[in-house]
Antibody, heavy 118, light 107 residues
Framework: QVQLVQSGADVKNPGASVKVSCKTS????????ITWVRQAPGQGLEWMGW????????NLEQKFQGRVTMTTDTVTDTAYLELRSLRSDDTAVYYC???????????WGQGTLVTVSS | DIQMTQSPSSLSASVGDRVTITCRAS??????LAWYQQKPGKVPKLLIY???TLQSGVPSRFSGSGSGTEFTLTISSLQPEDVATFYC?????????FGPGTKVDVK
């Protein structure tokens, strides 16, 4: 069955970087895009961007350009999200999700809580 | 960028009630709209894509309609397990923006 398993919770100081992994299985990794979404405590869903594991093409929400890097490893079928220059308002649960060609994200990782605090 | 809005922001209804949530896009997005359900403490779940296509396994009491700039999610008979926040998301082109969410409670 399709699974997306994310790395564990992390605590970072302001100004640091964090890298969240998303290990996929159960489907051809290069056949579907991977979307990253975050959710601050008590807030709604925020789309961060998308990556194609087929060719590495990315499309980032403008507010994250320059601070976010999305990558994939087609050997291990893993997607990565790196967020730099962390601020307290980056504290959130970060989700990866597998996109459907027909639209929407049909399979989600369990989420990774990133806490930014000094 | 296209902005997504939802109304109401929250609602409370009785079991068996018909519930309707509206999502509006600031520009025409065709039928490229998805709906998600997020239960408290859980991962979002895709309910509907392409405005009206029910994702496999989703109960038939959920339905979606609309095109262009106005869309609706309807729960034909609200159940206790439907307590959740519902989000719309455009999926015509990036950025795939979410709406702010509608919180649904059962009276």
């Amino acid at each position: 069955q399709v699974q997306l398993v994310q790395s564990g919770a992390d605590v970072k100081n302001p100004g640091a970087s964090v890298k969240v992994s998303c290990k996929t299985s159960g489907y051809p990794f290069t056949f579907s895009g991977i979307t990253w979404v975050r959710q601050a405590p008590g807030q709604g869903l925020e789309w961060m961007g998308w990556i194609s594991p087929y060719n590495g093409h990315t499309n980032l929400e403008q507010k994250f350009q320059g601070r976010v890097t999305m990558t994939t490893d087609t050997v291990t079928d893993t997607a990565y999200l790196e967020l730099r220059s962390l601020r307290s308002d980056d504290t959130a649960v970060y989700y990866c999700a597998r996109d459907f060609d027909s639209g929407g994200s049909g399979y989600w990782g369990q989420g990774t809580l990133v806490t930014v605090s000094s | 960028d296209i902005q997504m809005t939802q109304s109401p922001s929250s609602l409370s209804a009785s079991v068996g009630d018909r519930v309707t949530i509206t999502c509006r896009a600031s520009r025409d997005i065709g039928n490229y709209l998805a709906w998600y359900q997020q239960k408290p403490g859980k991962v979002p779940k895709l309910l509907i894509y392409s405005a009206s296509t029910l994702q496999s396994g989703v109960p038939s009491r959920f339905s979606g309609s609309g095109s262009g700039t106005e869309f609706t999610l309807t729960i034909s008979s609200l159940q206790p397990e439907d307590v959740a926040t519902f989000y719309c998301q455009k999926h015509n082109s990036a950025p795939f923006t979410f709406g702010p969410g509608t919180k649904v409670d059962v009276k």
